[in-house]
């Protein structure tokens, strides 16, 4: 797979008029070399694939990187990237402004003031934005702990407990079931809180008629997945069945339209009209979707103004929702990859509403 990711990166290093790229990101590092180490660089020619590291991880990369020549930099990384330039007479180079700290990006520019500095993140973009079979099963199986870990946490929540013990309840299943780690952002959100979009785990101790959101995620060979469902304890309202429905009936219809050809932005319309005709559009104040892989948020985003067309191979979420201050909030998502004709969705759970029992066993 690193053969050919390297293959498409050079392609479109010739496009742009690029030498050589140094590549810095944890993300894209892995992506192209397949080296999991905490510190390093590669730098790719059209010729020339090398990696740069300290000793700490020289025997790591020469065993995981085996299209990359593997250098120990001893702890000189930019004198190293000065030389490279130098013997492969580089003139153009690529680096990543999104992500490659001020520093460092002085030193590159300190090291090779002759060199010409080019944004090269839309490359990393373009080629991430599609997965291949590989990354797709890595997806697959990490929202399949996903879906375990939900219907496991149905039996356990209770009144009484707190956000805190739900989220450590879902991260050791997960953990347990293969997961080599979760995502940084779990969102477990109860009662009034649960109108959070991103409200992490508190001390707040969920009690009979409290929406229960949980927003999870798995990584698995270092790709995320992601996950929501929205329970309610004890029999729920008709404020909340409401909601809830009308969330369930705008995620429905944008599955319903989801395909190759289909324009990212008129996708988010599609939901987003169903909850503002509900009378409920200023509750809906993020996108539709994102993509995701390496990285939990990654390219395109199925929001307002992103022009993207989906192509066989993207994988994106699908995650609708109402968040109403005072009261509570659902959200549901779904992670789907596109194929040449529709979708698959990936998850596996159940959307209809979850009502748990209040009593304890």
């Known amino acids: 797979m690193q053969q ?3 293959e498409k990166l050079r392609k479109k290093m010739q496009e742009t008029g690029v030498d050589a790229v140094f590549v810095s990101s944890v993300e894209n590092r892995y992506y192209f070399s397949n080296f999991r180490g905490s510190a390093g660089a590669l730098f790719i020619t059209e010729n020339h694939a090398i990696l740069l590291t300290d000793f700490r991880y020289v025997d790591q990369a020469k065993k995981e990187a085996s299209l990359f020549e593997v250098i120990n930099h001893n702890r000189e990384l930019f004198s190293y990237v000065k030389r490279l330039v130098e013997t492969h ?3 153009t ?3 990543e402004y999104e992500s490659l700290p001020v520093e460092e990006f002085l030193a590159v520019k300190e090291a090779v003031p002759s060199v010409s500095l080019e944004k090269v993140d839309h490359l990393y973009y373009d080629i991430r934005m599609i997965k291949d079979e590989q990354e797709i099963e890595y997806l697959r199986q990490g929202v399949s702990y996903c879906d375990q870990a939900f219907e496991h946490i149905l039996s356990f929540i209770r009144p009484g407990m707190t956000e805190m013990e739900v989220g450590l309840e879902l991260e050791f299943f997960m953990r347990k079931a ?3 780690g979760i995502k940084a952002n779990h969102v477990i959100a109860s009662g009034e809180r649960s109108s959070l979009p991103h409200g992490q785990a508190t001390d707040r101790v969920i009690q009979v008629g409290d929406f229960v959101k949980m927003d999870i995620g798995a990584r698995v060979k270092g790709y995320y997945s992601d996950f929501t469902r929205t329970v309610v304890v004890g029999e729920p309202s008709e404020k909340q069945l409401e909601i809830y429905n009308i969330v369930k009936k705008a995620q429905l219809a944008a599955l319903k339209e989801i395909g190759p050809g289909k324009v990212c932005s ?3 319309e599609v939901a987003r009209s169903i909850i503002r005709d509900a009378g409920y559009g200023d509750n809906f104040g993020h996108s ?3 993509s995701i892989g390496l990285a939990v948020h990654e390219k395109p985003a199925m929001r307002y103004g992103d022009q993207t067309v989906l192509q066989p191979g993207m994988v994106i979420t699908v995650e609708p929702g109402i968040y109403i201050p005072g009261f509570g909030g659902v ?3 779904d992670f ?4 040449e004709n529709g979708y698959r969705n990936l998850t596996t759970a159940t959307k209809e509403l979850q009502v748990l029992s209040v009593y304890t066993s």
């Open 89 to 91: 007479h580089v003139q």
């Open 4 to 6: 050919k990711r390297l």
């Open 288 to 290: 539709l979707g994102h």
């Open 178 to 180: 293969g997961a080599e």
């Open 266 to 268: 008129e996708l988010d």
């Open 336 to 339: 789907v990859v596109i194929t």
């Open 331 to 333: 959200r549901i998502e």
């Open 93 to 95: 180079l690529g680096i």
